[in-house]
């Protein structure tokens, strides 16, 4: 719905660059998917109609990876933002794509542990 799908021109263009060097290239529609089972069914639905799909998380990448190059669909998973899981025997946690490093480390403050800028795997 409205509410989740956007195809305005300032919400297009917001999402179609990052921090590089490269200049924006919107892609044609912004969704914002909430659940997993959400994006399986607009990852097939673009996929059966050959439609490009693009992730975006906050725009902060420095490749120029949210381009949508040949438009699309811009998956903008920001709404998609719980921790599911954190153990602590292991340090490990298990987030959806949208937990930001400054809300996971608000998550974790009191436990001992944080996660630096530059780590890998999460």
Avoid: Y
Avoid at 11 to 22: A, N, T
Avoid at 25 to 44: M, N, R, S, T, Y
Avoid at 116 to 122: A, D, K, L, N
């Amino acid at each position: 719905g409205a509410p989740n799908v956007s195809t305005a021109t300032a919400v297009r263009e917001q999402h179609g660059h990052d921090e590089s060097m490269h200049p924006c290239a919107p892609p044609d529609v912004v969704v914002w998917p909430q659940a997993v089972g959400q994006v399986q069914e607009l990852a097939a639905l673009c996929h059966r109609s050959r439609v490009p799909m693009v992730p975006f998380g906050t725009g902060t990448g420095l490749e120029g990876g949210v381009n949508a190059v040949q438009g699309g669909v811009c998956f903008d998973l920001s709404r998609m933002d719980a921790i599911a899981e954190l153990s602590l025997e292991d340090f490990s946690v298990t987030v959806e794509p949208g937990v930001t490093r400054k809300a996971l480390n608000k998550h974790l403050r009191g436990t001992g542990l944080w996660f630096p800028v530059g780590t890998v795997g999460m």
